[in-house]
């Protein structure tokens, strides 16, 4: 065997070293920079100086930086990976991109559009002209062309002079829901409020509109930025002081607390504790209709609607006696005994605000607590919780069939049933306009009727306009394709018979695939 020298060796290790260092070097750079331009929603034009945040991509610290004075941000270096791109500007909401960067990825990006915040304002008066200081300004929003409390957005409270801000809306349509104080206070020498002596008593009222909220005569800020001055007046009503006692019940025993509040059919409530066996107050109120709510606030947290209608100087004998909580069964069933029937549940009440939730378990089995007893509830099922390729075939409590969603269930009442099949069909197809692909368009596929909310699907195109909507019950369809999503409008059956003569129908049937191609439809801007 021949023998080989260690000066040999070296050699040849030195030479395999550069070798590799030269192949790595080499290698081409698989870093880019991609750029992109970013426009104001509501004008078109460039917003200058957009300031961004990039992480993701496997890298330890984010990277921050800026845009120029024509809109455009330019990412530098970025390698193949996953990104999370954050654009912020003074005045604008946060938009958040996330980004996907591949060897083949385009150098630019789809102009990005950034939203104005928007904003309400204006003076709350009483009738001759005083100021309704520290009244409450509560927001609706419009959504399917019904009112819908934003519970997203914060009460606000009006200044001393009775002046009010509503800001960081997004565009959309508006109603404003405003109650006088209900605590007492006035104005001392100096002009300013201070607590104590008798408030002023008056019923909410609607802006616009006076007592029920009209989804068509919202204030659109849609294509506005800004709706200044808005002058509210507030009617004085004598005011009523309401009385009674909280009767001893197994849900509430002697001497535990309750507690209780007296609203109207709006924002307009007092609210008060006392013991069980104790007498109760409230007030001033002005006359009108109101819900008496009392809650035991012990283990069983019982609760209670008694309906009044209030006149006089004084309501008096009022007895209330909280009854335990009901629970609501039911259960999920599956036509596929492999997959597990999950789904998630709200409900909700006409007369009171917030929802309940509630989860079906591994077998199907789900539980709607501490609903009260008598009352009927609004039930929703949260299609993003079911099963994948699952959709809603039928919901029953009982013997009665819900045909459509919200689903009204009654408390106390028997056992809901909700049905899932998997069979159902899929959508997909692209979104043209004068034969160009459009990306980002919003997709609607509307059952031919229209009160069958459960079977409504949506779908937002791919930057290259293909789109897919999957488990989709069977059945006839009408397909939508427009340039954006404004309050949900496609729920109101009269938005969309606007666009009937734009409508694809589409019969979807069971476990097939449907593949069509859509024409855009631009919604006029306000």
Partial sequence: MMKISRLTICAILLLACFGIDAASYQQPDQSRNISVHIIDGATGQAIPRVRYTLTGGG?????????????????????????????????????????????????????????????LSGTVRWQDGEPAARALVRVYGVRGGKPVPRADIPIVQATDRGEFVVGNLRPGRYILLVAPATFTGGFDAAGQFAAGGVPRTGLPVFHPGVNVPDARASIDLRGALAMP?????????????????????????????????????????????????????????????????????????????????????????IAVSVPPPVV???????????????????????????????????????????TIPGETYGMTIDQRSLPPNAYIAAVTQGSQELLAS??????????????????????????????????????VLAPKDRKIQQNFRTATADREGVFRIPAVAPGEYDLFAFDRNEDDDYLDELFLESFADRAQVSKVAARSTSTVELALVRLPRR
């Avoid at 930086?65 to 954050?86: E, Q, W």
């Avoid at 007046?233 to 509040?261: F, N, Q, Y």
């Fill in 59 to 119: 890298m330890v610290d984010g990277l921050t930086g800026g845009g120029d004075d024509l809109g455009d941000v330019v990412l530098t270096g970025i390698r193949p990976g996953t990104y999370r791109v954050t654009l912020e500007k003074a005045g604008y909401f946060p938009e958040p991109i996330d980004l996907t960067v591949t060897a083949s990825s385009p150098a630019s990006l789809p102009e990005i559009v950034m939203t104005t915040k928007r904003e």
């Fill in 229 to 317: 001055n808005i002058n509210i007046i507030l009617e004085e009503k004598p005011g009523v002081i309401v009385e009674g006692t909280i009767v001893p019940s197994p849900t509430a025993p002697m001497g535990s607390d309750v507690a209780i509040t007296l609203a109207n059919q709006t924002s307009y409530s007092v609210s008060t504790r006392a013991r069980a066996g104790d007498n109760f107050r409230l007030g001033p109120v002005p006359a009108g209709f109101y819900l008496l709510d009392a809650t035991a606030q012990g283990p069983q947290q019982g609760r209670i609607l008694i309906p009044l209608t209030v006149g006089g100087t004084v309501f008096r004998g």
């Fill in 328 to 370: 609501l069964a039911g259960r999920v069933e599956i036509d596929d005994a492999a997959v597990r029937p999950t789904a998630t549940f709200a409900v909700q009440s006409e007369k009171i605000p917030g929802t309940i939730g509630a989860s079906a378990s591994e077998s199907g089995e789900f539980r709607i607590p501490r």
């Fill in 406 to 443: 919200p689903f009204q269930i009654a408390s106390g009442g028997d056992v809901i049933r909700v049905v899932l099949k998997t069979d159902g069909g899929t959508v997909e197809g692209r979104v043209r306009e004068s034969g160009s692909a459009v990306g980002q368009a919003f997709v």
